[in-house]
Each structure stands twice: as C-alpha cells, then as structure tokens.
C-alpha cells in the first residue's frame, strides 16, 4: 500500500473536485481551472502538468478520483468519486453540457442480469457511461419529450 501524504496541492486538488462533483476534466482542463483558482500554487515551481499528473494517480489509487476515457474529446478525464460507490452504478454523459449523472437503479441491475445471463459478458459498471441529453439541455434544444417503450415492452419513466 502506497503512503498517503496531505500536500496543499492535493487538497487543492481534492477541494476543487469536490465542488464540481458532476463534472469531468481533461488535464489541460483542469490545470487551467486550478491555475485560475489558485494562481499562486499552479504557476512556477510544483504547479505543472506533470505535478498535476502524480497528484491525480495518488488520488485515483486511493480511489477519490477516477479516470475515464472520454471518446467524446478523444482522451483521458477525471472526476471526483462523489458517491464513494461509482463502481456499482453506470453513468449518464450529456453531450451538450457534459454533466455527468449517477444511474444507480434496479433498471439497470436488470440489464447488468441479463447481459450476464444471456450474452455471458460482465460488465463494468463504473466504467460503463451512456451518452445523450440531459434534462436540461433535452429541454433547450426544444426537443419532444417522449418515453419511448424498451424492446422489452416497459414503459420507463
């Protein structure tokens, strides 16, 4: 087990993500958000990338941040581990905002099930994000709000 140390960039880090629960960063993303939120800690000396690079590995092996490939920007993002259980649950992305909401439902414990049963894969579900609208922006785009029936016949709302 690796030792953990309380630096002020890692706090830094760890408060600035607890803030923005529900988004995702690229590197470059959030050096520039901490440099605008701490421009005396992210510019000159312990304030580059590859500082932010070892603090966001630490903070991903102590499992506060995980890291997701973003096919949507073709690289790596990271988000602050909110729910403590983002392993358990898939994720929804809207591509407008780029919020990212937690789906913790039995929906989709039922879709996990079947996958499992029927097409013998095992999904991770941490990993696992699913890409659309989110009420907001489904909204501003004045899209038809409809609930279309699953192949299943269920009505979901």
Same mark, same amino acid.
């Given at each position: ?42 510019t000159?000396? *312990? ?12 903070l ?25 259980? #983002? ?8 591509l407008?905002?780029?919020k ?9 414990d ?8 029927d097409?013998?894969? #095992?999904?991770?579900r ?9 009420a907001? #922006? ?9 609930i279309?029936? #699953?192949?299943? *016949?269920?009505?979901?709302?």
């Amino acid at each position: 087990m690796a030792t953990t140390y309380k630096t002020t960039g890692k706090t830094q880090l760890i408060s600035f993500f607890s803030s923005h629960p529900d988004t995702q960063y690229t590197v470059d993303e959030l050096h520039a958000a901490l440099t605008e939120a701490y421009p005396d800690a992210y510019t000159g000396k *312990g304030g580059g990338k590859s500082s932010l690079y070892r603090r966001l590995a630490a903070l991903i092996e102590e499992g506060t941040v995980r890291k997701f490939r973003d096919d949507t920007q073709a690289s790596y993002v990271y988000q602050y581990v909110a729910c403590g259980a #983002c392993s358990h649950h898939f994720h929804l992305k809207c591509l407008a905002c780029g919020k990212l909401e937690h789906l913790d439902c039995v929906i989709s414990d039922q879709l996990l099930a079947h996958i499992s049963a029927d097409h013998h894969f #095992c999904i991770d579900r941490g990993r696992s994000i699913l890409y659309g609208l989110c009420a907001a #922006c489904h909204k501003e785009e004045h899209l038809p709000v409809t609930i279309p029936l #699953c192949p299943c *016949g269920h009505k979901h709302e």
